[in-house]
């Protein structure tokens, strides 16, 4: 908006606020969630899917350790696997797109309008097929998209999308959207080509994956989020079902329910599969005595077995309210602190505009959040 705009200062001034608030952001929340984690088993006994010390001093410097490895996002060896929530792998690499999204927005910010988009396909040309950056090919994806919505709003898209690409909207749109959940269901069961190439219907699909990626299953998922973000705003039907209040409500606590529906799965999710006779071999273990105490049948087709789907009735809405209250207890304080920090390091004199849009990773895609 600004750089459309010209106004180079705010955009100084909100990329600046955002760089600062962006650790205390992401990582502020996992340090409250993982902590917790850390008391459930040496305060309270309730065992998670973790080989706990012997005391909470031992186990305390352990997480520390471990802490500060995870959040050095400049390291070169692979990822650092947090074994207090595993989930939180994605973390770093949403720190790290971040940055390519402030860093591309700065450099790019006196650029023409042509010689910026340009730039930007670029960007994403490059993570794709000259490095194995899928993971920032979906950050500079979102940024893409982003641009060419303000542009569209104030009817800048360039002559050839609106000359000859705006009267088959509708038709481009809907086979982005089918398009996209067909690549959105690649088979990942493996990351060896050959498997994917076996399977029914992938075989043609198959070839178009980069010699950079290492992980297939990423091309393809990037392309998924691109076109299901591009396609659903312009869909009214669909466009109308992610604007109603569940699924804004779903966006509000999206990030502590994402903290915290591991541990839930393995602490009251190994019980109640345990109960019902979803047995797994770390249940005889951990949860022993839970085994077979209510036994249902395991019947119906494969993933949606009965006794796979009735302990979903207590764990979903149980994960849905605890990522509520965590969001009003831990996730939106975390965000004030942000805030509050970065206006305690600036003069008395200045104010910051409106905050910048910032873009996160959420199960493979790339949404836009305003915290």
Request: aromatic share 16%; charged share 15%.
């Amino acid at each position: 908006m600004h750089i459309h705009a010209g106004d180079f200062v705010l955009l100084g001034d909100n990329l600046g606020s955002a760089l600062f608030r962006r650790w205390f952001r992401l990582y502020l929340p996992i340090i409250v969630t993982t902590l917790g984690i850390v008391l459930l088993w040496h305060v309270f006994g309730i065992s998670a899917n973790l080989h706990p010390q012997r005391t909470l001093g031992a186990e305390l410097w352990v997480w520390y350790n471990e802490f500060k490895s995870f959040t050095w996002i400049l390291n070169s060896s692979p990822p650092v696997w947090f074994t207090y929530n595993p989930h939180t792998w994605t973390i770093p690499l949403e720190f790290k797109g971040s940055l390519v999204v402030y860093v591309t927005l700065t450099a790019l910010s006196r650029c023409t309008r042509a010689a910026r988009l340009c730039c930007e396909i670029a960007l994403i040309f490059y993570f794709i097929w000259i490095v194995d950056g899928l993971y920032f090919a979906l950050f500079a994806g979102g940024l893409l998209l982003c641009d060419l919505d303000l542009l569209a709003a104030k009817d800048e898209l360039p002559t050839w999308m609106t000359r000859h690409l705006k009267p088959h909207y509708s038709i481009i749109f809907y086979v982005l959207f089918i398009t996209s959940l067909y690549l959105g269901g690649v088979p990942s069961y493996s990351r060896e080509l050959a498997d994917l190439r076996s399977s029914p219907g992938w075989q043609i699909l198959s070839y178009l994956k980069p010699d950079a990626a290492f992980d297939y299953k990423w091309f393809y998922q990037f392309w998924a989020a691109v076109f299901l973000v591009a396609s659903v705003p312009r869909i009214s039907w669909l466009k109308n079902f992610f604007e109603t209040r569940f699924c804004q409500y779903l966006g509000r606590i999206s990030y502590m329910f994402y903290l915290v529906h591991g541990p839930i799965m393995s602490t009251l999710g190994d019980r109640l599969y345990a109960a019902v006779g979803m047995q797994r071999t770390n249940h005889a273990i951990v949860v022993p005595h839970w085994i077979g105490r209510f036994p249902i049948p395991s019947i119906g087709p494969l993933g949606l077995e009965l006794n796979f789907l009735l302990p979903h009735l207590i764990l979903l809405p149980f994960t849905l309210w605890i990522g509520e209250v965590l969001t009003v207890l831990v996730d939106d304080p975390c965000v004030r602190l942000a805030a509050w920090l970065r206006k305690l390091t600036m003069p008395a004199a200045v104010t910051e505009g409106p905050i910048l849009q910032q873009f996160e990773v959420r199960d493979d895609a790339v949404v836009i959040s305003e915290d």
